[in-house]
Each structure stands twice: as structure tokens, then as C-alpha cells.
């Protein structure tokens, strides 16, 4: 196994208006890769693991609390989730669960007059909706068919339904071949269970036997389970019937006119959503930012706003979520979503200004289309770029990491971008809650964003006089660096870690800390 080259700087460290940590920051050789990968045991934490202690490159959570925080408690810090609804009674989730002490349950009064009625947990934004088309077609419903912009939006829906039609045929044909090479396999061997090795030394090899354990070895080598293949087989379908499909009217339920700002009563306090909803992707960051056994932060309030249907959010329900966020105590923000379009901009961007002025700290997921998403690029809203200007200094956009420390470090998946995007974090087979008190592990920016929203809210909760501004200069700055040249995601090139990111960073808790201290 090759070593990492590690050496530490000795500092000098002492707290400014917050909790006294001492310790040596972990500082790398960017030259050297790792040849290791989580074990079985590592897989369902490895973002929590140390790239020094464990090789693995997590955020050194569990280095973080077992040699700095120990018994050290701060003040209370309430994260907003603006998501699609969270499951508030998980058991990683229902202590951590943020409530109105202002407001009376199931009265219809609004006891705390801040303009939403019994919002006990937060707020409902979406009403009884759940599925959305994205923004574009929402857009072409706008404009007269026939007309040059119509026409542009056609094209794009046309190539992206052909693209999802040929991603579910994938997924039905796996659907009905793996039960039958299972069979098959289990017939061959003579037992109910599937040994693979044993079944590659039957001998003679007949041919659908052959096919049968190429098929196999296929579902394990990707760790395709009998339930990602049924969320992969329900996305793609969803994509055809509601996100690309023109005929699919989402909002009309809501009873609000979308394009209007001021149009505001609207919602419920129902942050679980209707019967049927599915909060598993909210649960999951949940989990992930304060879960009582997986999550980063121990000291967090999470306060549920429900505002990200399945399909593209509306710049009306984020920028009022936002403001909601920022007027109900909210410290961080963590926006585990992202769109290609975005009409009303300006609303969000008001509101990312107006949590700036109140000293609110934004999360924001890059986004996973493998993408370049600098200015001028492909964009992922909501961003805090107006015509290539930073509009604030209170938000962190964060790419997903993978766990080697090699030129594969960076999550197949991710966008990036060195002027729009600040840090990395975990985002690969990710292990938290889901919904019905369940667990998985699941991809994606949206899971790099609430680890890096935890470490804001432990800093948040130890050093309370830091503003926001300054939470985000820590978090970038005292990031391990990435691995020196790293493959474009879903390319062959290779670029160094200034390419992707503005720092070049990995999110890592433990220098956080260490670098809060100075």
C-alpha cells in the first residue's frame, strides 16, 4: 500500500469569541494517491472517516469530535432544509426537529402573526402539489407555438424524452432479466441462494448460464439492489410524464399565481407534504446535516421548509422559503436543489441579498449534469451571480466528491467550476435516513451541500459571534486540498483542483475547527 506523504504545521491557537481547540491541522501531498477504498464496514461511513487516520477521504468527522469537541457543547443553531418534505418523526430526526414555540398546533390561527398559519415545523409552499414539469417547458407554454423560442424548447424536449425513453427501456430490460438469471443461477447450483464463484466453475458452461452470471456479476459490480432499480425505473417515468410532458399542469392545485411575488397566500403547515409524498431525498439531507448517528452537527434545530416538488422548484416558492428561513431564526440554509432555467432570478437573488443583510449562511448543490456551470456557462440555479457579478458573500456552492484520493476523486457526476463553484465535499454513496425509518445510500450533490451545511452549523454553534461571511472564508480555507490532477467528470482529461473549485478543497471539520481557533 502506497503512504500518503503527510506533514503538519505547529500553530499557535487561540479562541476569538468562541470554544478554545487545539490540535495540528492535517496538511497534504496532493502527489501521492491512495490505493485504498472503504471496507464493508467503512462504506456507510466513510465521509465521516480522516484522510490520515482511515486513508479515506472524508471530512474527518469522527476525528473531529473524538480529539477536539469531546464534551464541548455550543449554543443552539436552527438550519433551515428547504427541500421536498422530511420525515420529522425518523429516529435519527424527531429530537432534532425544529418548532414554533409561537405558534398554536391545528388552531387555523396565526398565533405569531408572521403570516403563515399554523406553520408548527415550518412551511408547505406546494400545498397538496407533488410532481412539476421543469422550468423549460413551463417556459414554452408561454410562448405562441410555431414561434423561433417554441421551437428551441421543442427540440430540447424532444431530445431529452427520446434520452429518458432509452434510459427506462435499460432499466425495464434489467427489471426482467435479473429475476431470470437469478433463477437460473439458483436452478444450475441447486440451492436458493446465488454463489457466483461457485456457479463460474460449473462446467459443462451452458450458454444462458454464461449469460445469467455476466448479467449478475454486472448488478454487483455497480451494487444495482432490487430498490434503486425501482427508483431508477419511477425517475425515468416521472421524467415523461410530468417533467417533459407539456400536457402535466402541477401548479394549478396550489391555488397561487406563480408568477406574481406578492401573491402569498398560499401553503400549508403540512411540511410532510400530502398522503404519498415522497420526502425521501429531504430526510436524506436532513439525516446527513443533524442525524442523530449519521448526521455532522449535534447542537441543530432543523426547521422543514417544504418547497422542491418532483420537477423544477418555482423562483416564487425558494426566494419566499428563503425569506421565511431568514425571518424564523435560521443560521444556515441548505438548498440540496438546482434548476437550468430560472424567469424570476431576481426574486431569489433579492432574497439571497436580504440573508446576507441578516447573516444567513447559504448552502447551495452545484448541481449533476457533469457541467461546467461558471457564468456563461451552464447554469444551475439558484446561483449568487447576477451578469457575472457575486451579488453576496454569504453563499457556498459545493461539488460531490467520491471516496479515493486519486485522480477519481471528484463524484462522476458533479458539476464544477472554478469561478461558480467554492468547495468539495461527499457526495458518493452516501449513507442517512429516508423516509418510513429507513436508511440508503444515495448520489448527488444534494448530499455534498448538508455535509458541508453541518460543518457551518457546529461553527455557527461554537463561535455564534462569527458572521456569516466569515463561517464561509473558514470553511473554504481550511479545506484539505484535492488530489493534484483529477479526470473531468464523466471525460478522460485532467485538470488540477483549481479547475473545479475556487479553493481547490476538500470540506474538512476537523481544520474548520482548528482554523475557527486562530
Given at each position: 500500500?502506497?503512504?500518503?506523504l ?5 500553530l ?6 468562541g ?16 490505493e485504498?477504498?472503504?471496507?464493508t464496514?467503512q ?10 487516520q ?19 457543547e ?19 430526526l ?6 414554533n ?5 391545528d388552531?387555523?390561527i396565526d ?28 417556459l414554452q ?10 421551437e428551441?424548447?421543442e427540440?430540447?424536449?424532444q ?10 427501456a ?8 435479473i429475476?431470470?438469471?437469478r ?11 446465488i454463489?457466483l ?9 451452458r ?17 444495482i ?8 425505473i419511477?425517475?425515468?417515468r ?7 410532458n ?22 400549508d ?26 448526521g455532522?452537527?449535534?447542537n ?14 418555482y ?23 438546482g ?21 444567513v449562511?447559504?448552502?447551495h448543490a452545484a ?9 456563461n456557462?451552464?447554469?444551475?440555479f439558484?446561483?449568487d ?7 453576496s ?15 477519481n ?10 469561478i ?5 465535499a ?9 423516509a ?29 459571534r462569527?458572521?456569516?461571511?466569515k ?5 473554504i480555507?481550511s479545506g484539505?486540498?484535492m ?36
Amino acid at each position: 500500500m502506497k503512504r500518503l506523504l503527510l506533514f503538519v504545521l505547529g500553530l499557535s491557537l487561540t479562541a476569538c469569541g468562541g470554544v478554545r481547540f487545539k490540535g495540528e491541522p492535517i496538511v497534504v501531498s496532493t502527489q501521492k494517491p491512495l490505493e485504498t477504498t472503504p471496507s464493508t464496514s467503512q462504506k456507510n461511513e466513510w465521509a465521516q472517516l480522516d484522510l490520515v487516520q482511515d486513508q479515506i477521504p472524508g471530512m474527518s468527522v469522527k476525528r473531529a469530535y473524538s480529539e477536539l469537541i469531546l464534551e464541548k457543547e455550543g449554543v443552539e443553531v436552527i438550519v433551515a432544509i428547504i427541500d421536498s418534505g422530511v420525515d420529522i418523526e425518523h429516529p435519527e430526526l424527531a429530537s432534532n426537529i425544529w418548532i414554533n414555540q409561537d405558534e398554536i398546533p391545528d388552531n387555523q390561527i396565526d398565533d405569531d402573526q408572521n403570516g403563515y398559519v399554523d406553520d408548527v415545523y415550518g412551511w408547505n409552499f406546494l400545498g397538496d402539489s407533488q410532481n412539476e414539469n421543469l422550468e423549460y417547458i413551463r417556459l414554452q407554454k408561454k410562448e405562441d407555438p410555431g414561434s423561433d423560442a417554441f421551437e428551441v424548447y421543442e427540440k430540447k424536449r424532444q431530445k431529452e424524452r427520446n434520452k429518458y425513453k432509452s434510459r427506462l427501456a435499460n432499466f425495464l430490460f434489467l427489471e426482467d432479466q435479473i429475476p431470470q438469471s437469478r433463477q437460473i443461477i439458483k436452478d444450475a447450483l441447486g440451492t436458493e441462494t446465488i454463489d457466483l464463484d461457485a456457479a463460474r466453475n460449473i462446467r459443462p458452461m451452458r450458454p444462458e448460464l454464461s449469460e445469467a452470471i455476466a448479467m449478475m456479476s454486472y448488478v454487483e459490480s455497480v451494487e444495482i439492489t432490487d430498490a434503486i432499480l425501482k427508483k431508477a425505473i419511477k425517475q425515468y417515468r416521472d421524467a415523461l410524464e410530468y417533467h417533459h410532458n407539456p400536457d402535466f399542469e402541477g401548479r394549478s392545485i396550489v391555488g397561487d399565481d406563480p408568477d406574481n411575488l406578492n401573491d402569498r397566500d398560499y401553503g400549508d403547515g403540512r411540511i410532510q407534504g400530502p398522503e404519498g409524498t415522497d420526502t425521501d431525498h429531504g430526510t436524506h439531507v436532513s439525516g446527513i446535516v443533524a442525524g442523530k448517528t449519521v448526521g455532522v452537527a449535534k447542537n441543530v434545530k432543523l426547521m422543514v421548509i417544504r418547497a422542491v416538488p418532483n420537477g423544477d422548484e418555482y423562483d416564487k416558492d425558494i426566494a419566499l422559503a428563503i425569506r421565511y428561513a431568514v425571518d424564523n431564526g435560521a443560521k444556515v440554509i441548505n438548498a440540496s436543489f438546482g434548476k437550468s432555467y430560472s424567469p424570476h432570478a431576481d426574486w431569489v437573488h433579492d432574497a439571497i441579498r436580504y440573508a446576507a443583510a441578516n447573516d444567513v449562511l447559504l448552502v447551495h448543490a452545484a448541481g449533476n449534469d457533469n457541467a461546467n456551470v461558471n457564468p456563461n456557462n451552464e447554469s444551475n440555479f439558484p446561483d449568487d451571480y447576477d451578469g457575472g457579478k457575486e451579488i453576496s458573500k454569504n453563499v457556498i456552492t459545493v461539488g460531490a466528491s467520491a471516496w479515493t484520493y486519486d485522480e477519481n476523486l471528484l463524484a462522476v457526476f458533479s458539476n464544477y467550476g472554478n469561478i461558480s463553484v467554492d468547495v468539495f465535499a461527499p457526495g458518493y454513496k452516501i449513507y442517512s435516513a429516508t423516509a418510513g425509518q429507513g436508511y440508503e445510500r444515495l448520489n448527488g450533490t444534494s448530499m455534498a451541500a448538508p455535509y458541508v451545511s453541518g460543518v457551518a452549523a457546529v461553527l455557527r454553534s461554537f463561535y455564534p459571534r462569527y458572521s456569516a461571511e466569515k463561517i464561509k472564508k473558514i470553511i473554504i480555507a481550511s479545506g484539505v486540498p484535492m488530489y493534484g490532477e483529477l479526470i473531468v467528470p464523466s471525460g478522460e482529461e485532467t485538470y488540477n483542483p483549481s479547475f473545479y473549485s475556487k479553493s481547490g478543497k476538500l470540506v474538512n471539520l476537523y481544520n474548520a475547527l482548528l482554523y475557527a481557533s486562530k
